[in-house]
T-cell receptor, first 113, second 111 residues
Framework: AQSVTQLGSHVSVSEGALVLLRCNYS??????LFWYVQYPNQGLQLLLK??????LVKGINGFEAEFKKSETSFHLTKPSAHMSDAAEYFC???????????FGKGTTLSVSS | NAGVTQTPKFQVLKTGQSMTLQCAQD?????MSWYRQDPGMGLRLIHY???????DQGEVPNGYNVSRSTTEDFPLRLLSAAPSQTSVYFC??????????FGSGTRLTVV
């Protein structure tokens, strides 16, 4: 069965610092992996996704993630945090049938000036 | 605008009342799914559908019913609301499973 573990429910960084949000997955089939961002009282916005091909995936707002099969990981990074990056971030894996997503519990990112 | 439309945006129910959360998409997507979001729990899959007339249960289906009579619509029914169903509900659709479009959510409070 598919599952996602996000390490750290809350991450705090200073403006300009590296952002690293961790995601590990379990999948019985080749995984399709997604990162979503949710700003307060808003819906979900897709940051990036990995389906097949290049393992380093670039997304919106300067974020990127690297698929590492040997480590079953799909960590999200951004070289320099902005105040506007403060939000909740969700990692997800497509279910085995490919019909829906299985989400992690989320990581709240705080950015201080 | 093309996308996933959820109604209502906000709802307050009394325990034991029934209601239907509406979800409609105009992208001719085959796959549709319902999630609930609770603090510290992420989004959990309630039910999903692979096409008209075909539905299946997700991780937390108890207390919820679904049906899919058309490609466009995938309503979620609460037959007898309970305070434990207080949550934010999201609907999503996908054509092939390569990308998922989410609605803006319904915030439900059961008192």
């Amino acid at each position: 069965a598919q599952s996602v573990t996000q390490l750290g429910s809350h991450v705090s960084v200073s403006e300009g610092a590296l952002v690293l949000l961790r995601c590990n997955y379990s999948s019985s089939v080749p995984p399709y992996l997604f990162w979503y961002v949710q700003y307060p009282n808003q819906g979900l916005q897709l940051l990036l996704k990995y389906t097949t091909g290049a393992t380093l995936v670039k997304g919106i707002n300067g974020f990127e993630a690297e698929f590492k099969k040997s480590e079953t990981s799909f960590h999200l990074t951004k070289p320099s945090a902005h105040m506007s990056d403060a939000a909740e971030y969700f990692c997800a894996v497509r279910n085995q049938a490919g019909t829906a997503l299985i989400f992690g519990k989320g990581t709240t990112l705080s950015v201080s000036s | 605008n093309a996308g996933v439309t959820q109604t209502p945006k906000f709802q307050v129910l009394k325990t034991g009342q029934s209601m239907t959360l509406q979800c409609a998409q105009d992208m001719n997507h085959e796959y549709m799914s319902w999630y609930r979001q609770d603090p510290g729990m992420g989004l959990r899959l309630i039910h999903y559908s692979v096409g008209a007339g075909i539905t299946d249960q997700g991780e937390v289906p108890n207390g919820y019913n679904v049906s899919r009579s058309t490609t466009e619509d995938f309503p979620l029914r609460l037959l007898s609301a309970a305070p434990s169903q207080t949550s934010v509900y999201f609907c999503a659709s996908s054509r092939t499973g390569y990308g998922y479009t989410f609605g803006s959510g319904t915030r439900l409070t059961v008192v």
